[in-house]
């Protein structure tokens, strides 16, 4: 049950795109197809923005979208804009016994 | 609209015990696995546990297995947690969501537990 690895930090300015990896192992990213992204602001709840590597619940922007290579899934922000800025987790089903591993999360900073 | 609302958090002695509840609107709570998440100040978020549809299987991350048990009441649409042996690293706010198939689809709002003498 590791967690998977995110880089701590990510930036951009308005309207350019950012691309965050989390990367994991054969047995939660490389072996599964339920990776999940989520956007958390200071003091609030995480929000779903995409689930199964690259669906968007309804009502995310479509500036968001979400790709996986092997072990590793990536989220994409486009025409970043100045609520973007947030902490962004990723998770992915790690197999053994069902559970969930989460990712350290990258805080993006919109310049 | 669907809602989660947590509740039970506080200040908790190491050792003690405590029980974290959480309540969920719409019949559409029963069709789906529960889960809660954690989140140690100033950190990233941890699953916890989660339980299927019917309570029948329950799943637990290692390091709260044997002292945390997550259960569930489909009649009054809940989903609990009984954490028992608390330690200071259990200090976190606690969320409950809704789990659709590996992804937490509806957070809560979650609740605060501290663990400290």
């Known amino acids: 049950q590791s967690a998977l690895t995110q880089p701590p930090s990510a930036s951009g300015s308005p309207g350019q795109s950012v691309t965050m990896s989390c990367t994991g192992t054969?047995?939660?990213?490389?072996?599964?197809?339920?990776v999940s992204w989520y956007q958390q602001h200071p003091g609030k709840a995480p929000r779903l923005i995409i689930y199964?590597?690259?669906k968007r619940p309804s009502g995310v922007p479509d500036r968001f979208s979400g790709s996986k290579s092997g072990n590793t899934a990536s989220l994409t922000v486009s025409g970043l804009q100045a609520e973007d800025e947030a902490d962004y987790y990723c998770?992915?089903?790690?197999?053994?016994?069902?559970?969930?591993?989460f990712g350290g999360g990258t805080k993006l900073t919109v310049l | 609209e669907v809602q989660v609302v947590e509740s039970g958090g506080g200040l908790v002695q190491p050792g003690g015990s405590l029980r974290l509840s959480c309540v969920a609107s719409?019949?559409?709570?029963?069709?789906?696995?529960m889960t809660w998440v954690r989140q140690a100040p100033g950190k990233g978020l941890e699953y916890v546990a989660d339980?299927?549809?019917?309570?029948?299987?329950?799943h637990y991350v290692d390091s709260v297995r044997g002292r945390f048990t997550i259960s569930r009441d489909n009649a009054k649409n809940s989903v609990y947690l009984q954490m028992n042996s608390l330690k200071a690293e259990d200090t976190a706010m606690y969320y409950c969501?809704?789990?659709?198939?590996?992804?937490?689809?509806?957070w809560g709002q979650g609740t605060m537990l501290t663990v400290s003498s």
């Open positions: 969501a809704r789990h659709n198939w590996y992804a937490f689809d509806i």
């Open positions: 998770s992915s089903c790690a197999g053994i016994n069902n559970v969930v591993v």
């Open positions: 719409g019949s559409i709570f029963n069709n789906y696995w």
């Open positions: 339980v299927t549809q019917d309570g029948s299987e329950k």
């Open positions: 199964e590597v690259t």
């Open positions: 054969s047995s939660d990213v490389g072996a599964y197809n339920y």
